[in-house]
């Protein structure tokens, strides 16, 4: 049942911003095991990016033009720390002057510290397969406190650990290119402790500061939905998809910051006696929901899911960012409508109480998504490939349509 079409309102204070990654849009980072993977033709390669390392101050021009009023980044850790121990002091300049410049286009400032590329050093070592990443991370994210702490309004650890852990140690999709369920649970595990020995280490600085991570959140549906499997699989998926890391970090955690882009129906077969698990993320069913929209990537994207997402985040008694939700469109047609309905299920979420404060969308810019290289094209403004040009899409006019109270 569709709602009669209302203007989106949402309250006082209400973040609207885009989100991007350093890797992903900086360009030239050539320090990390991202770069590294890509001269060895394991991944495409990333080469300049969008080079917003140079033209930030115009990405950031347009998104104030387009109406946001915060903006999320990464900062690249391998430029700030590109030897063990060792801090390059240009660079930190550098994100000083990003950090000002957002400021001065009126955009409330999220900081990730860690969004998937790692400094080659790191990953040389064992990356979060080992402990000792946990130290090392703690110790940067004490040295960016005490060296730009002063420019970043909301803080993001990492950036969905365990998407990243099972790209990168399960399916062997991205660095470091493993197939190893117990790696896998390692990882996350240690990205735990990383997470909860960083948030310390910022506040014995920075007591202050408001601390969050960006988790993958997805909706679960059984594909049966009356079949008893199918409910057991969504409930596992449940508790350990999205429930069981910001179970583990609860006690250090000032706001839940979720990337929502998934609505999964999940079932459970047993073929010919033989156990196996089926995992249909990507079929439909036949009574499949009409709202359902389906990105150039495939993904099935389910607004009303990120209502339900964010009411079951209720019970943690946070206030909730949706650091990421966004779609690949290239033609720039289902894009209005995906913004517009997601929010409007914010709007409704708030309504039923979930303390949402804000929303960013993925991405401002079309940019290098990872394995998929520079295929799916996520931006509210699109890049000419050859010269970089910016050209902002009709869909970004859906952000001024949204009222926030005075
Ligand atoms: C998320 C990542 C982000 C981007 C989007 C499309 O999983 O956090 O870097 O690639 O997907």
Request: contains cysteine; hydrophobic residues 40%.
């Amino acid at each position: 049942m569709t709602e009669p079409e209302t203007k989106i309102v949402l309250p006082k204070g209400f973040l609207i911003g885009a989100a991007t990654s350093a890797h992903q849009v900086e360009g030239n980072n050539t320090n990390n095991d991202w770069w590294h993977a890509e001269q060895a033709g394991k991944v495409p390669k990333s080469g300049q990016a969008t080079d917003h390392y140079h033209k930030y101050e115009e990405d950031f021009t347009i998104a104030q033009d387009i109406g946001l009023n915060a903006f999320r980044i990464s900062i690249a850790w391998s430029r700030i720390e590109p030897q063990e121990g060792q801090w390059d002091n240009q660079e930190v300049e550098h994100y000083r002057k990003v950090l000002q410049s957002m400021k001065a286009h009126g955009l409330t400032r999220m900081v990730t510290l860690w969004h998937f590329a790692m400094p080659q050093w790191l990953a040389d070592k064992g990356g979060f397969e080992s402990s000792h990443a946990i130290e090392a991370f703690a110790r940067y994210a004490a040295f960016v406190a005490q060296n730009l702490g002063d420019e970043i309004d909301l803080w993001c650890t990492v950036n969905e650990p365990e998407l990243y852990a099972g790209m990168g140690y399960n399916k062997g999709k991205w660095p470091p290119f493993k197939h190893s369920v117990f790696g896998t649970l390692v990882v996350i595990k240690n990205i735990i402790q990383a997470h909860k020995k960083a948030y310390k280490a910022i506040k014995q600085v920075r007591p202050e500061a408001k601390i969050g991570v960006a988790k993958n959140s997805v909706y679960y549906e059984p594909y049966r939905r009356n079949n008893i499997l199918d409910q057991i699989i969504v409930w596992v998926s449940n508790t350990f998809g999205n429930h069981y890391f910001l179970e583990r970090i609860v006690h250090e955690l000032d706001f839940i910051g979720i990337n929502y882009y998934f609505y999964n129906l999940m079932s459970f077969s047993l073929p010919d006696g033989v156990r196996e698990m089926n995992f249909n993320f990507l079929k439909n069913r036949p009574e499949d929901k009409p709202e359902v929209m389906r990105s150039d990537m495939g993904w099935r994207t389910y607004p009303k899911g990120l209502y339900h997402v964010l009411l079951d985040l209720k019970k943690f008694n946070k206030p909730i960012y949706i650091t990421e939700n966004g779609i690949a469109n290239a033609r720039d047609d289902m894009r209005k409508d995906f913004i517009r309905e997601h929010l409007r299920w914010v709007a409704r979420a708030i309504r039923g109480g979930a303390d949402v404060r804000g929303y960013f969308y993925w991405s401002l810019i079309d940019n290098y998504e990872w394995a998929d290289g520079y295929g799916p094209l996520f931006g509210l403004v699109e890049i000419n490939r050859e010269t970089l040009e910016r050209k902002v899409r009709p869909s970004a006019e859906v952000i001024k349509e949204i009222e926030i109270q005075k």
